[in-house]
């Protein structure tokens, strides 16, 4: 058996061609969505993702700003601006891209943007919605993920899912996206013992964890839907995801590549929360 491959690069593409007939009709009664990305220091990969993410703006037509800082900004300006920026009726969703350069609190600046703007899904009060089951703005790599699932029609309710990885911002969101499809869930980290036997009762495994090739053929289930979150260089400098593509395809039914999977859905649902936030703001967050 060969995994069918799924490609998250033209589902996300469908999404945005989507995002754009919504942009068009909200400009058309003077309300076009706008997203801000705030982004400090010079690190060279959140200036690729701060690149994609404007272009993604750009082809759907969102008003996009891109506010740039040294590293050695300070936490007062970057507060400052994300003030302003919750006061701007331009502006209905922020961006603050990660990581922030060191010696300032990462939380504290989270904390400060408007959780009506926050639609990267990192604000605490958003993710208190999402483990109370109410409406709010989930991380966008989870929901991506949750999307890619509902497209290729693979069943959830009373499946067992095993997400690898605990992170505030992919697998324990994640998880709870899952519950709320009734799926089973378990969680697992770096000091999960018997991590393949886990692995291997799962008819949906998720990989989310930063390790190179982790996930190998024999943890995984024949016929599983397997999603590789991960984004990892190989000593050739080639990009890998956490799970041993060729391989695994062979065993599983579904399995998304990296790269060509899981990251252009992720873009993808940044610019639906913000044409999201935009109509809500227009309804009045009624």
Not at 30 to 38: D, E, H, I, Q, S
């Amino acid at each position: 058996m060969t995994a069918k491959i799924i490609d998250g690069k033209s589902i996300a593409a469908q999404l945005r061609a989507s995002v754009r007939q919504s942009v068009a009709t909200l400009a058309e009664r003077g309300r076009r969505p706008g997203l801000a990305v705030v982004l400090a220091g010079n690190d060279p990969a959140s200036r690729i993702y701060v690149k994609t993410k404007v272009r993604a703006c750009e082809e759907t037509g969102l008003h996009s700003e891109l506010h740039e800082y040294p590293g050695d900004v300070t936490e007062h300006a970057l507060l400052d601006r994300i003030g302003a920026l919750n006061a701007d009726p331009r502006i209905h969703g922020i961006l603050v891209q990660l990581p922030l350069p060191r010696g300032i609190d990462a939380p504290r600046v989270i904390a400060e943007v408007s959780p009506r703007k926050d639609v990267d899904g990192f604000h605490a009060e958003n993710l208190g919605n999402l483990v109370a089951g109410r409406p709010g703005f989930a991380p966008c790599t989870p929901a991506g993920v949750m999307r890619l699932l509902e497209h290729e029609g693979v069943p959830l309710a009373g499946r067992h899912a095993v997400v690898i990885g605990r992170s505030a911002i992919v697998g324990k969101p994640l998880a709870l996206l899952l519950l709320q499809q009734d799926a089973t869930v378990t969680i697992c980290h770096s000091k999960t013992a018997r991590l393949g036997e886990l692995t291997r009762g799962a008819d949906v495994l998720i990989a989310a964890v930063g390790r190179a090739k982790l996930v190998s053929a024999d943890m995984v289930k024949p016929g599983a839907c397997v999603i590789d979150v991960g984004t990892n260089r190989l000593p050739d400098g080639k990009p890998c995801g956490d799970v041993d593509f060729d391989a695994v395809k062979e065993v599983a039914g579904w399995i998304t590549p990296v790269p060509g999977g899981v990251g252009p859905m992720t873009v993808a649902m940044l610019v639906l929360n913000t044409v999201r936030a935009a109509a809500l703001d227009e309804a009045g967050w009624a």
